[in-house]
């Protein structure tokens, strides 16, 4: 799906199995942001192939949270020449649930990781912030785009909802935090890890007021 020349949408329908939805950043670079699961990663490959794109093609893979409908799709990229990309304080958070999670992505130098802080990045002629969003999960960030005002969320906040806080380090006092946060950016695209995308700057707007009001006292 496209939404402009720099943003393509992998959108998720599929009711019968759980992943995420993932998006394409085009400029001087290429960014494809939350691979998915593994196993249902030929969509991701197929949507690239409409655009004459293959995984070489990319420069690097950004992941919001470590859930496994996230990142899981990162195996796809062992040995190329990609940059991953995520929070280090999420990375370490799954290295301490599973002492054997990094070993998916052995013998060292098989991926290039970057942990990635909370600032300004600029990757070819893109510039976003980096936002620290924990809540979902400890060390979960998301993408902002001032250029586009564009805002991509992964399990923070959704189109009317928000992410479950009842998975290992899960806060909901941390979650309400990062979405009032979220809410005061200036977006006129919310683009959720799952389900619809928020189009509007007074949709977006709306669907922050509704969130707040139904969901954060369940919190």
């Known amino acids: 799906m496209k939404i402009n020349d720099h943003l393509y949408a992998f959108l998720w329908d599929n009711p019968g199995e759980n992943n995420c939805n993932t998006y394409l950043l085009l400029g001087g670079k290429r960014i494809l942001v ?14 690239l192939s409409k655009l004459a794109l293959t995984l070489e093609d990319l420069d690097m893979v950004f992941v919001t949270h470590g859930h496994p409908d996230h990142i899981e799709g990162i195996q796809r990229f062992l040995g190329k020449d990609v940059i991953i990309a995520m929070g280090e304080g999420e990375w370490q958070f799954l ?7 990094g070993d998916l992505f052995k013998p060292p130098g098989a991926i290039s990781l970057v942990f990635l802080k909370e600032g300004t990045l600029e990757v070819g002629d893109m510039a976003f ?15 902002y785009f ?17 992410g479950r806080t009842d998975l290992p380090g899960g806060r909901g006092e941390h979650l309400k935090e990062s979405i009032r946060r979220l809410s005061r950016l200036d977006v006129d695209l919310l683009l959720p890890g799952h389900g619809n995308l928020v189009a509007g700057r007074e949709h977006v707007l709306a669907n922050f007021e509704e969130i707040e009001r139904v969901w954060f006292a369940y919190l």
Not at 34 to 47: A, T
Not at 95 to 101: A, G, K, L, Y
């Open 95 to 101: 290295i301490q649930r599973d002492p054997h999670f």
């Open 129 to 143: 912030e980096v936002l620290q969003t924990p809540g979902h999960s400890p060390g979960s960030m998301c993408l």
């Open 34 to 47: 939350d691979p998915g699961h593994d196993g249902l990663f030929d969509r991701i490959e197929e949507g």
């Open 146 to 162: 001032p250029a586009l005002k564009a805002l991509i969320t992964g399990d923070v906040v959704f189109d009317r909802g928000l």
